[in-house]
C-alpha cells in the first residue's frame, strides 16, 4: 500500500514553507532540546488543534491528546499508563510552569459517554473503559451543578474538564509543584464552528469568553 499521497503533498509545502520560514528554530530545538513552558491536554478530534488555536510554533506546547481530553486519576499500578507517562514528562522532565486541560464543542467522546452512561457496560474494547472516567464528572454535575445552562452536551463538557484538573492533583508530583506556586492548572474551552475560546475562573469554576492578547494591547 502506498503512502498517502495527501501526506506527501502536505509534506511538501512544510518543507518549501513552513520548515524554511523556521530553519533556525528548528536547528536549535535539535541542539538544545525542547523547553516549552506550557503543556496543553487536548481532544485526539482531528477538528481541534492546539497549535493553532494558540498560534504556537515549534517547541511552544507539549500537548497530550486523548479521546475526550481526560487525565485518570494517578495510579500506582502495572498497566501502560500513556496519558499519565506525559504529564509525568512534562511536569517532572521538561518542568512545564502551566497545564491547561482544554475541552470542545460537540465533542464525540463526551457524546458517546452521554449516548451509554444507562447502559451496563460501554460499547468498545478500550473507549468504552476510557470515557467512563467521566462518570465523577458527571455525579458531580448532577449533586452540586456550577453551570446553569440548558445544553447538557456543553455542561458535559465542561464538567470534564474540571474532573481533569481535579485528576491532576492526585498526582503527588503536581500536587507538591502547584503547591510551591512552580506550577499553575488552567481549563478551557474551544467553540470549533465560532473559533471562540472560553476560560475557567478557577474560583467559581465558571467559563467565560477569553478576550484575545493582542485586541487588549491595541485598545
Known amino acids: 500500500m502506498s503512502f498517502p499521497i495527501s501526506l506527501l ?8 514553507k513552513g520548515f524554511a520560514r523556521n530553519r533556525e528554530t528548528h536547528e536549535h530545538l535539535a541542539i538544545y532540546g525542547q523547553r516549552p513552558e506550557v503543556m496543553v491536554i487536548s481532544c485526539c ?32 499500578t502495572d498497566g501502560q499508563h500513556g496519558s499519565s507517562a506525559a504529564i509525568e514528562y512534562g511536569v517532572c522532565g521538561l518542568k512545564v510552569k502551566h497545564i491547561v486541560v482544554m475541552g ?25 473503559r476510557w470515557i467512563k472516567l467521566l462518570e465523577p464528572a458527571a455525579i458531580s454535575m448532577a449533586c452540586t451543578p456550577v453551570d ?34 512552580r506550577l499553575q492548572l488552567h481549563g478551557a474551552w474551544f467553540d470549533i464552528g465560532t473559533g ?24
Not at 503533498?9 to 518549501?16: E, L, S
Not at 458535559?156 to 506556586?181: C, H, W
Open 45 to 76: 478530534d482531528s477538528r481541534v488543534t492546539p497549535e493553532c488555536v494558540f498560534n504556537s510554533g515549534p517547541g511552544d506546547l507539549f500537548v497530550l491528546r486523548n479521546v475526550a481530553n481526560l487525565v485518570p486519576p494517578f495510579e500506582a
Open 9 to 16: 503533498t502536505g509534506y511538501g509545502r512544510y518543507v518549501q
Open 196 to 219: 471562540e475560546l472560553r476560560v475557567m475562573d478557577p474560583a467559581t469554576e465558571r467559563f467565560s469568553t477569553a478576550e484575545p492578547h493582542e485586541l487588549r494591547a491595541a485598545e
Open 148 to 181: 446553569h445552562i440548558e445544553d447538557p452536551q456543553l455542561a458535559m463538557e465542561y464538567a470534564g474538564v474540571r474532573q481533569s484538573l481535579k485528576n491532576l492533583l492526585t498526582f503527588p508530583f503536581i500536587e507538591a509543584q502547584v503547591d510551591a506556586g
Open 104 to 128: 470542545h464543542a460537540k465533542c464525540g467522546g463526551v457524546q458517546a459517554f452521554r449516548d451509554n452512561a444507562n447502559a451496563p457496560t460501554l460499547k468498545g474494547d478500550f473507549i468504552g
